[in-house]
């Protein structure tokens, strides 16, 4: 296991069990945590052998917010320079979450609040504890609920109407109906996450490598994609890419054989 303090990292085969390290302080981001995230995600575009990451946090909170306690993060210099330096310090991390090839599986228990809730976005798939409640906690404390991506996202996962809701008001959104408004994949007890999770790493292993990574790119280019035509174009690329690889082939006699295929990455 590589071991950072605030971020545990545990690669098994190739997968990577990203586990957030705070549980006394319901998981909140504070300075190390914040850099240890960013220069996590922003590492993956060249970890080719990181296929799927799954994230994840101990304790009872996924990750409750920004750390109000920690002194480097709450300047007692009300500089605007300073507020924007840190604005764009914890939004790297979110970039590089959309930016790196690998699907993220985030499993959520307890609370994920403001920049914790942006982290469950973020992801790929999300699996909610049936403690898990979320919201954009931003307005709550005298800004707007539009902060580190979730104008971006929720209206993307769940329609514009609920996330104006949920960005209006500050409200949680709890498990059942996360699951009911599409926000999450599914609900399990909290002690089942894991299990969970390997059900979707296990399908996703039987893909081929690069199919995987650039299913989710085309899916990233298609959210914005400004017409059916474009977004058709990069699918038209990828596949014409992928059906000149032995891994094509190979998925091909593995089908035929009825086993598993055995791909290269070619």
Known sequence: MNQHSALLIENRESVDWVTL???QSGNALNTELIEALA????????????RIVVLRAKGKHFCVGLDLNDNALIEKD?????????????????????????????LV??????GGFSLAMASDIRIAGESSKMNAAYIKIGLTGCDMG???????????????????????????????????????????????????????????????????????FSVDATSLESAMAVEDRHQSLLALTEDHLEAGRAFFEKRDPDYKDL
């Open 150 to 220: 979730s104008s971006y996202f929720l209206p993307r996962l769940v329609g514009s109407s609920v996330a104006s809701e949920l960005l209006m008001t500050g409200r949680f959104i709890h498990a059942q109906r996360a699951l009911a408004v599409n926000l999450v994949s599914e609900v399990v007890p909290d002690d089942a996450l894991e299990l969970a999770a390997d059900s979707f790493v296990y399908d996703m292993l039987r893909t081929s490598p690069m199919g995987l990574r650039l299913t989710k790119d085309a899916l990233n």
């Open 78 to 106: 009300r500089h605007p320079r300073a507020v924007w330096s840190l604005q764009r310090k914890i939004a790297r991390i979110y970039l590089a979450m959309r930016k790196c090839p690998q699907p993220i599986i985030c």
């Open 39 to 50: 220069g996590y995600f922003e590492g993956l575009r060249d970890q080719e052998d990181t």
């Open 21 to 23: 390290n705070r549980p």
């Open 109 to 114: 228990q307890g609370a994920a609040s403001g």
